[in-house]
């Protein structure tokens, strides 16, 4: 495969260093700087894209040219720019997720399933903690899954993100969710349901980048032929 890889990062320098191990050919490996170098480039065979928000337009215009297939990890995405990588989808094949790690895959998928049986008899708090370089929070990981539980119930519940100023009891409708920033932590995420004398916590923790990074060279090749639409981790790992 030939491969186009935008950011280039710790997270890009792993792609690429995997991309190698298989004897795939890197088109380019861009960071911000060089996104005006977009307009030059060829159809790629994948775009792996783990870059920033401000890179979204020249990249988007690459992949509507081209039609180059698009993994996209960036997070901190406004919601018009989620709106953006949509769109994308009538272009080329999307797949768009805030963590290429199969773990985290499937515990979405357990949070989907049994998620919403739970939320009558207990309260849901999402702790989520990364290394004291990480910008957005809370992770785009913790809103994926908090997302995971509240789209299956039409989306009634809201996201409370702080309580230092909030004067009052816990409301049943909400979801909470605490980030936690230090160190050199990889990415830890608790979801905790609490309930009346019990709790139950589902719980990822990697140990190294890497697990996200093959995770993105695996979708790469999930992608590899599929015409124009919207993916995600949750069919790559059905098809796995």
Do not use: C
Not at 147 to 168: L, P, W
Not at 194 to 219: C, M, P, W
């Amino acid at each position: 495969m030939k491969i186009l890889i935008t950011g280039y990062g710790k997270m890009g320098r792993m792609v690429e260093e995997l991309a190698q191990q298989k004897g795939w050919e890197i088109l380019a490996a861009l960071d911000g700087q060089d996104a005006k170098l977009l307009r030059q480039l060829k159809k790629a065979d994948a775009a792996v894209d783990f870059s920033h928000p401000a890179m979204l337009d020249p990249l988007a215009n690459y992949i509507r040219r081209t039609g180059t297939p698009l993994i996209s990890g960036t997070t901190g995405y406004s919601e018009e720019q989620m709106d953006v990588l949509r769109q994308l989808g009538k272009s080329a094949a999307v797949l768009y997720s805030a963590n290429y790690s199969l773990g985290v895959a499937l515990l979405r998928r357990i949070l989907e399933n049994f998620g919403p049986m739970l939320l009558a008899d207990f309260d849901v708090e999402l702790v989520e903690k990364h290394h004291n370089q990480k910008i957005d929070a809370p992770s785009g990981t913790a809103i994926m899954l908090a997302n995971a539980i509240n789209e299956v119930k039409d989306n009634r519940y809201h996201y409370v993100y702080a309580r230092h100023a909030r004067r009052m009891k816990r409301e049943k409708n909400e979801i909470g969710m605490h980030a936690i920033r230090g160190g050199t932590i990889v990415g830890e995420h608790d979801v905790i349901f609490a309930g009346n004398d019990e709790v139950i916590t589902l719980s990822h923790s990697a140990a190294s980048k890497t697990v996200f990074a093959e995770g993105a060279v695996n979708a790469a090749v999930f992608l590899s032929g599929k015409p124009a639409g919207l993916y995600d981790m949750k069919q790559l790992i059905e098809q796995s």
